[in-house]
């Protein structure tokens, strides 16, 4: 896979190879602007040394917070997000053996990745949803039943971070998350 959703190359080969990174990313893409939450297993990555799940959940939790504290922060709200972010890690250790990917070439179709990812901190019903409509899209991984349980996102267009593959894209994103804002408030 080659994704391109940060506008870093450096944090996007990050994505590519680590898929703890790629499923931190999405728990981080809330409340933040979606390239920077898909740069912050980057931050974390470059500050501690590595991005494997152990290591993170294994880290002194202060420390850790500082660490995604430190300028420029991982998330908009680095403490409450380091703790997410151990506690994504601790349950990938200690469900998935430390390997991220388990979670969805071991699930059995796509309801069943849903459910798992619904169990995730930082993840509801929409963000499980995106998360597998990327993984279709952007990353080959289609179980049965991906585009019942993707819904929206597996359509073609510019919804979500599942269709972020360049420049041009990610401004067709914000224009239609921008739009859908809009008329919510209306």
């Given at each position: 896979m080659a994704l391109h959703i940060t506008g870093d190359d450096a944090a996007d080969q990050v994505l590519d190879?680590?898929?703890?990174?790629?499923?931190?990313?999405?728990?981080l893409d809330q409340q933040f602007p979606m390239e920077a939450a898909f740069s912050g297993p980057a931050k974390v990555s470059?500050?501690?040394?590595?991005?494997?799940?152990a290591a993170?959940?294994?880290?002194?939790?202060?420390?850790?917070?500082?660490?995604c504290a430190t300028p420029p922060a991982v998330h908009r709200f680095p403490g409450s997000?380091?703790?997410?972010?151990?506690?994504?890690?601790?349950?990938?250790?200690?469900?998935?053996?430390?390997?991220?990917?388990?979670?969805?070439?071991?699930?059995?179709?796509?309801?069943?990745?849903?459910?798992?990812?619904?169990?995730?901190?930082?993840?509801?019903?929409?963000?499980?949803r995106i998360f597998v409509a990327l993984l279709a899209k952007q990353c080959g991984v289609r179980p049965d039943g991906w585009e019942e349980v993707a819904g929206d996102y597996a359509l073609e267009?510019?919804?979500?971070?599942?269709?972020?593959?360049?420049?041009?894209?990610?401004?067709k994103v914000?224009?239609?998350?921008k739009e859908k804002k809009?008329?919510?408030k209306a």
């Open positions: 190879s680590s898929p703890f990174a790629l499923l931190a990313g999405m728990m470059e500050r501690l040394g590595t991005i494997d799940p993170v959940a294994d880290a002194d939790p202060e420390e850790f917070k500082a660490l997000m380091a703790g997410r972010l151990q506690e994504l890690a601790r349950i990938v250790v200690d469900t998935y053996d430390g390997d991220a990917s388990r979670l969805w070439s071991e699930a059995e179709d796509a309801k069943e990745l849903k459910k798992r990812l619904v169990a995730l901190p930082g993840f509801g019903d929409q963000k499980a267009g510019h919804r979500s971070v599942a269709d972020v593959t360049d420049p041009d894209s990610l401004l914000r224009a239609y998350k809009a008329a919510a």
